[in-house]
């Protein structure tokens, strides 16, 4: 009971940050959770597809429905970001390997007054490179190989 009181107040808390990319990688997470692990869990998978709107707050309805506005394409939040993705990736192409260093970024003033990728793994990439990159991977691989392993049966 405990976890799942746990697992509520995260959700809750994850539905408040109005942060698109939480809720996709929430529903990634959910989705290979079924697939991997518990099947039951790709029931709550397809409710929650079937019934976000009727579920959340009309802010969080509004802030994911305007991603794209009707004949605009990107909403100036999202189109920000994809400029300094591509931004980024212009400089990780001078230094794919290594990267400019760790925290440059904020003190290149490529794009306007933004001092941030607005994404970790781009961020990882340009200032610590490919190498930086895999051994964010490996720290990561580690939790999700603990969630992913299959639980041993407990003998009597």
């Known amino acids: 009971m405990g ?5 509520a107040t995260c959700i809750y808390s994850l539905v408040l940050t109005f942060s698109r990319g ?5 529903m990634a997470g959910l989705l290979i959770l079924g697939i991997v692990k518990e099947r039951k869990l790709l029931i709550l998978f397809v409710g929650i597809l079937l019934s976000w709107q009727s579920v959340v ?4 309805t509004e802030r994911v429905l305007m991603t ?16 300094l993705w591509k ?3 212009q400089v990780i192409d001078h230094d794919p390997v290594i990267g400019t260093g760790f925290d440059t970024y904020k003190f290149m003033g490529r794009v306007g007054d ?3 990728t607005h994404n970790y793994y ?3 990439l340009l200032e610590m490179g490919i190498i930086g990159l895999l051994f964010l991977f490996y720290f990561l691989g580690g939790p999700i190989q603990d969630v992913l392993a299959p639980v041993p049966s407990s003998s009597r």
């Open 3 to 7: 976890l799942w009181a746990v697992a």
């Open 22 to 26: 939480g809720y996709l990688g929430f």
């Open 57 to 60: 707050p009309g802010a969080v």
């Open 68 to 83: 794209y506005g009707d004949s605009q394409g990107l909403d100036p939040s999202a189109g920000e970001r994809v400029t």
């Open 87 to 89: 931004d980024a990736m």
């Open 114 to 116: 933004f001092t941030d």
């Open 122 to 124: 781009v961020k990882v």
